[in-house]
């Protein structure tokens, strides 16, 4: 079975300051995909980013970066510059093959003026 | 934006009554997914498909049944809704070339 596990249920971060959300995972597939996915009050999933698991390098998008470390099935996201519009809901995900997906618990992150 | 449509966007029933929620894609996507969201446990897994007809259970299953008769349409159905599914249900769809789920805007659904 597949599990992901956000041990950090709320968070803040100073505006413009970083912050760094973890997520580990559980899985005997070798192959997957991992997500960030946000969810704002407006209660839309909106993907945050992607890393491929056979892909060494880590993902960025902007302010948005990821600490993929495949050995230790750990996946963190860095947000950098944090701003008033990353208050939300982070949810890290995972895909199988089947395009079968898992979600985390999820990370409440509060971005303080 | 893809195009999912979730309906209704809002619902209360009372206990003891069949409910169906209906999602709707225009992405002609393979896959298609109903989660419930409720706090401390993220979103779980119900029932997903993976083609016309064919469907299989999620993590938490029980209570719950589901249709796909076209690939646009992914029916979920509460048999006999109880308090327990007072929830936030989301649809999601994927494809095999687009490695990401796409979410529609969420129903919540209160039962009473």
């Known amino acids: 079975a597949q599990t992901v596990t956000q041990s950090q249920p709320e968070m803040s971060v100073q505006e413009a300051e970083t912050v760094t959300l973890s997520c580990t995972y559980d899985?005997?597939?070798?192959?997957?995909?991992l997500f960030w996915y946000k969810q704002p009050p407006s209660r839309q999933m909106i993907l945050v980013i992607r890393?491929?698991?056979?892909?060494?390098q880590n993902a960025t998008e902007n302010r948005f970066s990821v600490n993929f470390q495949k050995a230790a099935k750990s996946f963190s996201l860095k947000i950098s510059d944090s701003q008033l519009g990353d208050t939300a809901m982070y949810f890290c995900?995972?895909?199988?093959?089947?395009?079968?997906?898992?979600f985390g618990t999820g990370t409440s992150l509060t971005v303080i003026p | 934006d893809a195009g999912i449509t979730q309906s209704p966007r809002h619902k209360v029933t009372e206990t003891g009554t069949p409910v169906t929620l209906r999602c709707h894609q225009t992405?002609?996507?393979?896959?298609m997914y109903w989660y419930r969201q409720d706090p401390g446990h993220g979103l779980r897994l119900i029932h997903y498909?993976?083609?016309?007809?064919?469907?299989d259970k999620g993590e938490v299953s029980d209570g719950y049944s589901v249709s796909r008769s076209k690939t646009e349409d992914f029916l979920l159905t509460l048999e006999s809704a109880t308090s327990s599914q007072t929830s936030v249900y989301f649809c999601?769809?994927?494809?095999?070339?687009?490695?990401?789920?796409?979410f529609g805007q969420g129903t919540r659904l209160t039962v009473v």
């Open positions: 999601a769809i994927s494809d095999d070339r687009a490695a990401e789920a796409f």
């Open positions: 899985t005997s597939e070798n192959n997957y995909y």
């Open positions: 890393q491929e698991a056979y892909k060494q």
């Open positions: 995900a995972f895909m199988k093959p089947s395009n079968q997906f898992y």
């Open positions: 992405e002609n996507h393979r896959y």
């Open positions: 498909s993976y083609g016309v007809k064919d469907t």
